[in-house]
């Protein structure tokens, strides 16, 4: 929206008459006044200079003398001397009868010079001493509305933001509070504060606005409720746009984002209704683009490969100028990566990454594009790429699915150290994650393999308490085996549950090594026939356990 009004400052001076006051006045400014009624301003000050040269520093005029002469320098354009005279009466003569009249010639002065925080801060300052004037609350009321519009206008959006809030609570009532709400709604929303700029723009609900704005303002509402999860005040919000604002030009961003909606909560026909319905109405470039984007998205989440492929090479073919052309590109190479067609999605990412400049963005490509070699088995290529996501999103879930891959490939391969790297890497910076849970077996075993029993039992302890699942039971008392501490590893092998026939038959196993070193030799025989028993079939725990009977024959 734009504001194309231009508020002019009108400064008004009224020489007052009591400076005629008898001897008080001298010649040289009797002279100043005349010469400024005759328009004569440099005249005027030429006079005046006289006088302040003439006259000591406590002469009762010299307050008039200095304010006569900025009204000179507004008259002559000379906006920084003028400036320098008003700053000298303020700061010099605070007890003044013309102090006021000073105070307003200042701050309309600075609002003409694009001072406005000074201005402002003068406004409240003159507020404060003398109580509101209308005329100069009316004008610095739409000095700073305009300024703030227009630096909105020009990205500027800090100082806008800045200036918007300062109007805002100074002038709460103003005519034109309503649309600075919208603008400062509109900075909340660009900054992605949807929980503020929600506030902002559900009061403006009740606000006297335009059609135009008013649509707008539920659309973005909508765009709030849906970006904080409320999706069902979201839905609210963009119906009311379809069947409100018939004539609004955005309204097919409201249907887009019902689709939206619908396809998060699993409704995949009604998102595809309405998308194929703003397809069908034949929008600008960029909302056509989008709708196929999501077309696509939707044909992915079926797993409709071929038709999902079809609607990202619309885009690529038709709409090459659009903001989703590169991520056209990084959703076909998805699409031929669940194809297992490793040559042509490894192709596609590149050319994501070559034609995308949004880095946030790229470190999806850089994962795919690892992924692909990490499937063909070229890991130092899948690492060349996992590594840039490590390095400049290392928090991410990305970076904790390239750290897990990564470890368990290390430790498939044998190379135990490598992959307690990554793995440990994973639990520090993913405490909390699930596969923070899958890597945490796999450091363990890491550690056993290297012989840092030590390490193992530590790590073992640190989660055994709040990570009560079967199968860190049975590496724990594995681990405590190990380490001879053999009452402790049988009471912790013995509660693993038989949800899990192979981890059963693991800590049976272990059991009956535990047994053995206790020389408890029939206990361990009961366990080795509870294996071969029960989980004939199951690993080789069976193979095992009958190889440990015959060793261990009466």
């Not at 100082?159 to 309503?178: I, M, N, T």
């Not at 998308?275 to 989440?301: N, T, W």
């Not at 049988?490 to 053995?516: C, G, I, M, N, T």
Request: glycine residues 4%; proline residues 3%.
């Amino acid at each position: 929206m734009n504001t194309k009004k231009k508020w002019l400052f009108v400064m008004f001076f009224v020489l007052p008459s009591v400076f005629l006051r008898g001897e008080e006045a001298t010649d040289w400014l009797k002279l100043a006044v005349k010469a400024h009624q005759e328009g004569l301003y440099a005249a005027s000050n030429r006079q005046i200079e006289k006088f302040l040269k003439s006259t000591s520093a406590n002469h009762p005029q010299r307050d008039y003398g200095y304010l006569l002469q900025a009204v000179n320098y507004l008259q002559l354009k000379k906006l920084t001397e003028a400036e320098n005279s008003l700053l000298f009466l303020i700061a010099n003569f605070p007890q003044s009868s013309y102090l006021k009249d000073g105070y307003a010639y200042l701050i309309l002065l600075h609002l003409t010079q694009g001072k406005f925080s000074p201005a402002f801060s003068e406004y409240l300052t003159f507020k404060k001493k003398f109580g509101e004037e209308e005329k100069l609350s009316s004008q610095v009321a739409m000095a700073i509305f305009s300024q703030a519009v227009k630096l909105f206008q020009q990205t500027d959006y800090r100082g806008s933001r800045d200036l918007l809030e300062k109007f805002l609570a100074e002038f709460p009532e103003h005519k034109q509070a309503a649309q600075a709400r919208y603008y400062l709604g509109l900075l909340l929303y660009q900054e992605n504060s949807f929980a503020h700029a929600a506030l902002i723009f559900e009061r403006l609900l009740k606000g006297n606005l335009s059609q135009e704005v008013m649509a707008d303002v539920y659309l973005k509402l909508g765009d709030c409720y849906l970006n904080t999860s409320n999706l069902e005040k979201a839905s609210n919000c963009y119906q009311k746009v379809i069947s409100d604002f018939p004539s609004f030009s955005l309204r097919p961003a409201a249907s887009f984002n019902l689709a939206v909606i619908a396809r998060r909560q699993g409704s995949y026909a009604t998102a595809r209704r309405l998308l194929k319905e703003i397809v069908d109405s034949k929008p600008e470039l960029r909302m056509m683009a989008l709708a196929l984007m999501e077309l696509g998205r939707i044909s992915m989440l079926e797993e409709k490969w071929n038709e999902a492929a079809d609607f990202f090479r619309q885009v690529m073919e038709n709409y090459p100028g659009t903001e989703v052309f590169p991520e056209s590109l990084l959703q076909m190479g998805m699409v031929y990566f669940n194809q297992n067609r490793l040559e042509e999605a490894a192709s596609y990412f590149q050319k994501f990454l070559d034609s995308s400049s949004d880095e946030k963005l790229k470190m999806q490509g850089y994962f795919g594009l690892g992924y692909t070699f990490y499937k063909r088995g070229e890991i130092s290529a899948a690492r060349s790429h996992w590594d840039r996501i490590l390095e400049k999103m290392p928090t991410s879930p990305l970076a904790a699915e390239c750290l897990f891959l990564l470890g368990r490939k290390e430790f498939e391969s044998g190379h135990y150290q490598d992959s307690s790297g990554y793995l440990q890497r994973l639990l520090k910076d993913f405490p909390e994650s699930n596969l923070a849970k899958l890597a945490l077996p796999l450091l363990v075993e890491s550690y056993l393999q290297e012989k840092k029993l030590a390490e193992a039992k530590k790590l073992c302890e640190k989660y055994f308490s709040s990570e009560q699942n079967e199968q860190l039971k049975v590496l724990y008392g594995k681990v405590l085996y190990l380490n001879n501490d053999l009452e402790k590893a049988r009471k912790v092998l013995s509660q693993v549950s038989k949800s899990s026939p192979a981890l059963k038959a693991e800590s049976l196993f272990y059991l009956a090594q535990v047994e053995l070193a206790c020389g408890r030799k029939e206990e361990a025989q009961e366990r080795l026939l509870e294996i071969i028993t029960f989980y004939p079939g199951v690993g080789n725990w069976s193979r095992l356990a009958k190889e440990a009977l015959d060793k261990n024959k009466e």
